[in-house]
T-cell receptor, first 110, second 118 residues
């Protein structure tokens, strides 16, 4: 699976959009980009995933560049409860686990 | 949506004893489940992949005789930490792969088990 690079930490003011970047320059054509988050002492929570088109759901939007070498997770109106570690993961094949990097620790401040 | 129930959420055990952690898929069948371990301020580390009806596949450095995994049904996988020692104290998390029409449709995680060995 392709390696991902994320900033170790970010801050965001409550109510503002949080834009979390992820680089995955070695991504293959059949690899998806997954985003999960982990709130302290809980299991990871699925946010969104995509292949090449931009995706949006009730939690977030995922913007993938045309060359697919990077992506951005957007939380449109961050709340204090969005404070968590966010993981960007690239994975291809079924039956194989997600491999977690260090992620980005997002702190949403009042 | 898919739900994975993990039990217990916390356990304290004495050194030398064994602890069993259960992971259940509540509303779907999970052919494949995964077990992770997470130490403080670190990321999740994959321990093993569990397939229903077959032996688990362990990651390098994970002792299969110490961390016994059983996946006897499509809704239940168990991890038993045998002869636990203080260095086994960690946060253990299970995950199940959800499939649709034979293709991966995502992963659902349990809420984790905080194991403390004293």
């Amino acid at each position: 699976d392709a390696k991902t690079t994320q900033p170790p930490s970010m801050d965001c003011a409550e109510g503002r959009a949080a834009n979390l970047p992820c680089n995955h320059s070695t991504i293959s054509g059949n690899e998806y980009v997954y985003w999960y988050r982990q709130i302290h002492s809980q299991g990871p929570q699925y946010i969104i995933h995509g292949l090449k088109n931009n995706e949006t759901n009730e939690m977030a939007s995922l913007i993938i560049t045309e060359d697919r070498k990077s992506s951005t997770l957007i939380l449109p109106h961050a709340t204090l409860r969005d404070t968590a570690v966010y993981y960007c993961i690239v994975r291809a094949r079924s039956g194989y686990a997600l491999n977690f990097g260090k992620g980005t620790s997002l702190l949403v401040t009042p | 949506g898919a739900v994975v129930s993990q039990h217990p959420s916390r356990v304290i055990c004495k050194s030398g004893t064994s602890v069993k952690i259960e992971c259940r898929s509540l509303d779907f069948q999970a052919t494949t489940m995964f077990w992770y371990r997470q130490f403080p301020k670190q990321s999740l580390m994959l321990m093993a992949t569990s397939n229903e009806g077959s032996k688990a596949t362990y990651e390098q450095g994970v002792e299969k005789d110490k961390f016994l995994i059983n996946h006897a049904s499509l809704t239940l996988s168990t991890l038993t930490v045998t002869s636990a020692h203080p260095e086994d104290s960690s946060f253990y998390i299970c995950s199940a792969e959800t499939r649709r029409d034979g293709e991966n449709y995502g992963y659902t995680f349990g809420s984790g088990t905080r194991l403390t060995v004293v």
